[in-house]
């Protein structure tokens, strides 16, 4: 089992920035894919940005691409993802999340076995 807290949301003002963190403990050891998602009000959830370990293969959407950077920290088993440049409709709950394979489709929800509780971020305009 793998427990992931989510850290680091709030309310922002158009073209701030954010550092979400999310904490991993419990069996992470091994290859794995990590990512972070989110869900906007009345939306469904999306996918944001992944990264694969070894190899630090990082996935980024189209709509954050350039503006977000997902990173992790190995020693400290924490995941980030650094908001640049935040646009009203990046609001939403943040989740992160963790797969148990290396070879996953990255953007596919069902392909994580665990989940984070949430963080919301909201950008006024």
């Known amino acids: 089992q793998v427990q992931l807290v989510e850290s680091g949301g709030g309310l922002v003002q158009a073209g701030d920035s954010l550092r979400l963190s999310c904490a991993a403990s419990?069996?992470?050891?091994?290859?794995?894919?990590m990512g972070w998602f989110r869900q906007a009000p009345g939306k469904e959830r999306e996918f944001v940005s992944a990264i694969k370990w070894p190899g630090n293969i990082t996935y980024y959407s189209d709509s954050i691409k350039g503006r977000f950077t997902i990173s992790e920290d190995n020693a400290k088993n924490t995941l980030y993802l650094q908001m640049n440049s935040l646009k009203p409709e990046d609001t939403g709950v943040y989740y992160c999340a963790r797969s148990r394979r290396w070879n996953t489709a990255a953007a596919i929800q069902d392909e994580y076995d665990y989940w984070g509780q949430g963080t919301q971020v909201t950008v006024s305009s």
């Open positions: 419990g069996r992470t050891f091994g290859s794995y894919t």
